[in-house]
């Protein structure tokens, strides 16, 4: 349950941010070069840094969200030992550190587009948000949904991240909880159950691709062809 979870949230997440990011930066100022790196930026950085800063501003003792509710009299939030909560600042935290990546690829799609065809439709009276939905959005289709099916393998296969980040056993994830219980692989008791269950905890990824696959394509042709 709790991938599932993740992955519902964190999908439309990543590919809403990084598209929202692309298209306030696609343009040409002098200050857009450091914007976008200032964004990218968070994708650079290791998981034990992630895991810092966002302990740190989810943090009920002394954290930043904890001093802000005390300022304005209120109990700082519990966020990390409640599973809720703290799924949510899992998949908060996941998204600031994968938009920059996603801001980058959705960049490189809404550039390639011709600048015929955002001109001639402006000369027809459309505007920004008619130009964005009938033209852009369309033709960057292959890159979203490449992004999205990148972004779903990432948090479906993801370990790391999750198991620095749950401090509870019921926070735990698909691969997060495989590892838990592997136990010593020299010993063969239970290991045949084991590599079934993560031959099961396989199959959603495989059969994304699968059915997905030719979007992939386009969208990797798309971004070499550039």
């Not at 899992?90 to 938009?99: D, K």
């Not at 459309?126 to 972004?151: D, Q």
Request: glycine letters at 8%; hydrophobic letters at 55%.
């Amino acid at each position: 349950g709790n991938t599932f979870v993740f992955v519902i949230l964190t999908v439309p997440g990543v590919t809403i941010t990084g598209l929202a990011l692309a298209i306030a930066l696609n343009r040409e100022t002098r200050m857009v070069a450091f914007d976008r790196t200032v964004f990218f930026t968070s994708h650079v950085l290791s998981v034990a840094v992630v895991t810092l800063i966002w302990r740190y501003m989810f943090g009920s003792n002394r954290g930043i969200f904890a001093e802000m509710a005390e300022a304005i009299g209120r109990y700082p939030i519990v966020w990390l030992t409640n599973t809720d909560l703290a799924m949510i600042a899992i998949v908060i935290a996941t998204i600031w550190w994968s938009m920059g990546l996603a801001m980058v690829l959705f960049l490189a799609g809404l550039q390639g587009i011709p600048a015929e065809r955002q001109k001639a439709a402006e000369l027809d009276g459309a505007g920004r948000f008619t130009i964005f939905t009938r033209i852009m959005l369309p033709l960057s289709i292959p890159a979203v949904t490449t992004l999205a099916i990148i972004t779903f393998l990432y948090a479906w296969n993801d370990y790391l991240w999750p198991l620095v980040s749950a401090q509870r056993q019921e926070m735990y994830t698909i691969t997060v909880g495989l590892g838990s219980i592997q136990g010593n692989f020299a010993e063969t008791e239970g290991l045949g159950r084991l590599m079934a269950s993560g031959i099961v905890a396989s199959l959603p990824v495989v059969a994304l691709f699968v059915v997905f696959q030719r979007f992939v394509v386009r969208g990797i042709a798309m971004g070499s062809s550039k």
